[in-house]
């Protein structure tokens, strides 16, 4: 294999600083970007461990800061900021991969750059086909790029579809660990505070995506996501608990064959199998699989009575148009509104459905549509924490 120049936005979150620690065991990586949003003492060091030609850090102060500080030590990397700099970091042209590992919607515009210039795509930010699914993988299609998924389902699935026909499939099964409230009665959910909804028990995962996997809208993001990666009809579309979080997803074939991907719970495994597609290397700082030391699988219906935000999703996607885009900004502001202790853990869903019953849904969007309606939900969620 040629050494392979890559680029990681979001580098300084749970899937970005696992990307570095994949890069670090191989001398066959190179990055030449970088971005953070305003973690600029993780980023410095980084760039002194990787030497990457360009950073993005979103807040322009911090990157200022990151520019004096890089200045001091003689360091050479340039320091771009905001939206626009995050572009400039997408495109890069040296990098033949993009990681886009940020969170939220930010991560949508630099990667419709990246796939306009031809870069492929090894995605972990899951709202930019939740909100622009059609738009982003069109141009995949027109550019002749791959987009890889990350995300621990994603990749299950995309390596249990290897080999396949498409027109094979019969279903795919999107696994979920149930989060930290799988046995909680309707009254201990009300209950529900910030520290408990932040200890997963399975995977370690940023803020955010901790919250949505503990109301489940986490798995309805992943649900819309499939959707637009495997050209697939919502009703093909499975979801089931496994709290062990030992086989990631599932892909049953007309045939009545199932073809599970198993391994412990660890993004460094979906992280390598991106950046390497379509080879397999050795990964010897990944556990080994021992199923006689696990011994049991359990699997379970989830619960859609009591965590509501799945449905939700599967009702935006059956819907189309500006409601998955809408339901995925009215979830960034109510999660970000729940962490800040403004709203209650049950009150997530509410004003989620709120937000959508209020939209009146645009079909066929375009791109200026689909911002549009982001704006307007992130404004009309927010009046709703207000209430609360």
Known sequence: MQNKNIVILGSTGSIGTQTLDVVRKSEKLNVVG?????????????????????????????????????????????????????????????????????????????????????????????????????????????????????????????????????????????????????EYSSEQLQQVTVEQALKHPNWVMGNKITIDSATLMNKGLEVIEAKHLFNIMPSQIEVIVHKESIIHSMVEYQDGSTIAQLSYPDMRHPISYAIYYPSRVDTPYIKKLNLSRIQTLSFEEPRMDLFPCLQLAYEALKT?????????????????????????????????????????????????????????????????????
Not at 132 to 151: F, H, K, R, T, Y
Not at 351 to 375: F, W, Y
């Open 320 to 388: 189309g148009g500006t409601m998955p885009a809408v339901l995925n900004a009215a979830n960034e502001v109510v999660v970000e509104s729940f962490l800040n202790r403004q709203v209650t853990f049950m009150e997530i869903p509410r004003i989620i459905h709120k937000v959508m019953q209020k939209h009146i849904c645009i079909n066929r969007p375009t791109l200026n549509d689909l911002l549009e309606c982001d704006r307007w939900a992130r404004e009309y969620s927010r009046k709703k924490v207000e209430k609360c």
């Open 34 to 182: 970088l971005s953070a949003h305003s973690n600029i003492d993780l980023l410095e060091t980084q760039i002194i461990e990787f030497n990457p030609q360009v950073v993005c850090v979103i807040q322009k102060d911090k990157a200022y800061e990151l520019q004096n500080r890089l200045k001091a030590i003689k360091c050479k990397t340039e320091v771009v900021s905001g939206e626009e700099g995050l572009l400039i970091t997408a495109t890069l042209a040296q990098a033949e991969l993009i990681i886009t590992a940020v969170v939220g919607m930010v991560g949508l515009l630099p990667t419709i750059a990246a796939i306009k210039q031809g870069k492929n795509i090894a995605l972990a930010n899951k709202e930019t086909l939740v909100t622009a699914g059609e738009i982003v993988m069109q141009l995949a299609e027109e550019n002749n790029i791959s987009i890889i998924p990350v995300d621990s389902e994603h990749s299950a699935i995309f390596q249990c579809l290897q080999g396949n026909a498409p027109s094979a499939v019969s279903k795919i099964i999107l696994t979920a660990s149930g989060g930290p409230f799988r």
